[in-house]
């Protein structure tokens, strides 16, 4: 039994495929062997600047290659890795920094006055070509029996990362994960799906993202290469499938709306993907007739529709997709995944009927530690199971609403704080986003309500031609009442998304407030 994910490491493709490919970036190739090295380089100098363990290290490279030689070594050194954007505005790094206390930063002299500009001293800096550099002696860097004694005092129940999500306050929430949740939702991965040394992952979300956690352990452990996607790609889907075919990518974990945008402009069709066997994807809600698309155009390849918020490891509940939905029909999201339990809790915590909406709850070894630095939001979020009274057992509440069906299957049915009361009528607001994705033309939405001006106000993405706002309550009209209907509508070129590449609903709500008189 694995107690350090580390194990997959020395015990996967370290042992069984040390000269294959580990992790392609651009120009740069390291073998897995090669990835040992560097990153056991990078622990043996972390140690000497700083011997402690279980203690957070912040990494701020842009993403790639020594992003995965940084994580490793910090993990080798028996610490916590937390991965910056190296793009955030310099007062939010320093929010993130002042919060988190990391004791050394990880970085490069190109990016010292971003560094600097976060309020970090020089001598907390660390830069990843003097870690990883070999010495002039021809040894390696190293001690290998040090190294394996310090993994050895990390145990499963201890941080392996953390991922920082956004805070209502304007701080972010650093989520602690666990070696053993992270071990556990692997291993279920691996039984359930066919990960082995022949796949190509196209890793195109960024790595201060829980995706990567997936990614990273799929590459230590079955000895899969990783091939890192240019982030400049995501804004010319002709040249990211030019990319994905020329790289044979068989693996993709992504968030739904460059697919979305891939199947708009129909090059599932100019580019054929033989190599693509799996696709995952996660992170919001992926229209059923574009995901129609992929599956025409990929009638071999496995889709796999995940969920699960950052404080859960990676994800809770899966559905592979094994059945025909119409363009209209919702997916659902499916079932638990291994040794994770979902509960469905009416609004006095008492357990929903099938068929009855009520809040989405997580119990089991997929959740985070909790926050970093910051036990008042643990304690909200993570609480007593109402339904055991016996002993301590916390579960998380998503605030996500959800209904589970005869067959078992789980649907989401919108948020709890996206419920609004319109004219007297209690309103789930996604239910609207649902029905306006559907009409012709239009290629994404977002629905949100003006309390100021009591307005159910759409923003929408038009595919080519305007579609007008009489056609578009005329067409919602034949499947929502009159209440339901929006009264403002504004048509973009394009959703504003934020860094994990979802609508950027906080930016939209400072166009309605900046719009009320």
Not at 25 to 44: I, M, P, T
Request: glycine fraction near 6%; charged fraction near 20%.
């Amino acid at each position: 039994m694995q107690t350090n994910v580390l194990d997959y490491f020395e015990h996967g493709a370290l042992r069984h495929c040390p000269e294959k490919l580990a992790v392609i970036d651009g120009d740069q190739r390291l073998s897995f062997a090669e990835l040992a090295v560097r990153a056991k380089r990078c622990a043996a100098r972390l140690v000497a600047r700083a011997d402690v363990l279980n203690s957070p290290v912040a990494v701020l490279l842009p993403k790639g290659a020594d992003v995965v030689v940084a994580d490793l070594g910090i993990a080798y050194s028996g610490n916590i890795y937390m991965n910056l954007d190296v793009k955030l505005p310099a007062q939010r790094l320093r929010n993130i920094l002042a919060h988190v206390g990391p004791h050394l930063v990880i970085t490069s002299r190109a990016l010292i006055a971003e560094a600097e500009a976060a309020g970090l001293d020089v001598a907390q800096l660390l830069f990843i070509d003097d870690l990883v550099a070999a010495p002039g002696d021809g040894s390696t860097g190293f001690v290998e029996a040090a190294l394996a004694v310090r993994r050895t005092r990390v145990i499963d129940t201890d941080p392996l990362c953390l991922i920082n999500t956004s805070g209502s306050t304007g701080t972010p929430k650093a989520v602690a994960l666990s070696h053993r949740g992270t071990i556990d939702f692997m291993d279920w991965v691996f039984d359930t799906f066919a990960f082995d040394e022949t796949m190509v992952i196209g890793s195109l979300s960024p790595f201060y993202f829980d995706i990567y956690t997936l990614e990273l352990n799929a590459c230590l452990a079955k000895g899969a290469t990783l091939v890192v996607i240019p982030e400049s790609l995501a804004i010319f889907p002709a040249k990211l499938m030019a990319f994905l075919a020329e790289h044979a990518v068989s693996f993709l974990f992504w968030v739904p709306s460059i697919m979305v945008h891939i199947a708009k402009l129909g090059l599932l069709e100019a580019v054929p993907l033989p190599a693509l066997k799996t696709v995952f994807f996660a992170g919001e809600v992926f229209p059923t007739r574009h995901l129609n698309h992929w599956r025409r155009a990929l009638p071999g390849a496995m889709f796999v529709n995940l969920y699960g918020p950052i404080e859960i490891h990676v994800d809770c509940t899966y559905f592979i997709v094994d059945r025909e939905f119409a363009d209209d029909e919702p997916l659902p999201i499916g079932f638990p995944c291994r040794n994770t339990d979902i509960l469905i809790l009416d609004e006095h915590d008492a357990p929903c009927a099938d068929g009855q909406m009520g809040e989405l709850c997580v119990r089991g070894s997929s959740l985070a530690l909790g926050y970093w630095n910051d036990p008042e939001k643990t304690a909200k979020a993570f609480v007593q199971n109402p339904l055991n009274r016996r002993y301590p057992e916390w579960i998380y509440r998503t605030g996500d609403l959800a209904v589970r069906s005869a067959n078992g299957e789980i649907h989401l049915a919108g948020r709890k704080d996206f419920q609004v009361k319109h004219m007297g009528y209690r309103i789930e607001l996604p239910e609207i986003e649902h029905h306006v994705i559907g009409v012709p033309g239009i290629a994404n939405a977002c629905v949100l309500y003006h309390s100021a001006k009591k307005e159910i106000t759409l923003f929408y993405e038009v595919e080519a031609a305007a579609v007008e706002p009489a056609a578009i309550r005329s067409h919602l009209a034949t499947m929502l009442p009159k209440y339901m209907l929006p009264t403002a509508f504004h048509p973009m070129p394009q959703l504003p998304r934020n860094p994990n590449g979802k609508i950027d609903r906080n930016g939209l709500r400072n166009v309605l407030e900046e719009s009320t008189p």
